[in-house]
């Protein structure tokens, strides 16, 4: 999500997550102000090999739900993310209350994905997301293929991510029958206008395909 208005328009159709993206070499690159939300709407934030300080200091100002790495990051950095979350963020709340953001790390799949390099995060993160690898972090609005997700070998719920759009809903579905721990769809660029503005009648049109059988 970009712009105001439009962030507003979204959050009134209840979505668990609203995605707000802090890489400045993203044309959805977010810089302003969020407005009010309901609370039970949690915001996530996008990093891409951000250092460890300034990724907190997003989730302090924002107040982030969520985190999603959509870089290189590696295993010693969300430890060193974690505790940071613990050690900063922690202090400026009462630590019954406190919950530590959500970790996402993000996987780029292009072609044969091994799922081995999934492994040493899988302890350290709440979430998974697979993306379509492409020139774009992220946002390249490109399906990879489904059929690899056979081979997960984990049971950690993960993000479905990469080109979702209304002519996927039928896949998905499919896919929802599988035992695969799918946990959310992240849809972006398919539903969008421009970058970072959405169209509310499409993301509408989506939510009741999906949720019909």
Do not use: C
């Amino acid at each position: 999500m970009k712009y105001i208005e439009n962030i507003q328009q979204v959050a009134e159709l209840n979505p668990d997550y609203l995605g707000f993206i802090f890489y400045d070499k993203s044309p959805r690159n977010f810089e302003g102000i969020i407005p009010e939300l309901p609370k039970k709407i949690k915001k996530a934030g996008v990093f891409v090999n951000e250092i460890p300080e300034i990724l907190v200091s997003f989730v302090e100002e924002y107040g982030l739900k969520m985190v999603q790495l959509h870089g290189d990051e590696s295993p010693e950095y969300i430890l060193r993310l974690k505790e940071m979350f613990k050690e900063s963020i922690a202090e400026k709340h009462q630590r019954s209350k406190y919950k530590m953001p959500e970790i996402v790390k993000v996987f780029g799949v292009k072609g044969d994905f091994n799922f081995e390099t999934i492994k040493p995060y899988e302890e350290l993160v709440d979430y998974f997301l697979f993306d379509t690898k492409g020139k774009e972090r992220g946002g390249n609005g490109i399906t990879f293929n489904w059929k690899l997700l056979e081979n997960y070998n984990s049971t950690k719920p993960f993000f479905l991510s990469g080109g979702i759009g209304l002519n996927e809903v039928g896949a998905i579905k499919e896919l929802q029958k599988t035992n695969l721990p799918i946990y959310a769809l992240d849809v972006n660029s398919k539903f969008e206008t421009e970058a970072g503005l959405k169209s509310v009648k499409k993301i509408k049109k989506f939510r009741n395909e999906i949720s019909t059988n």
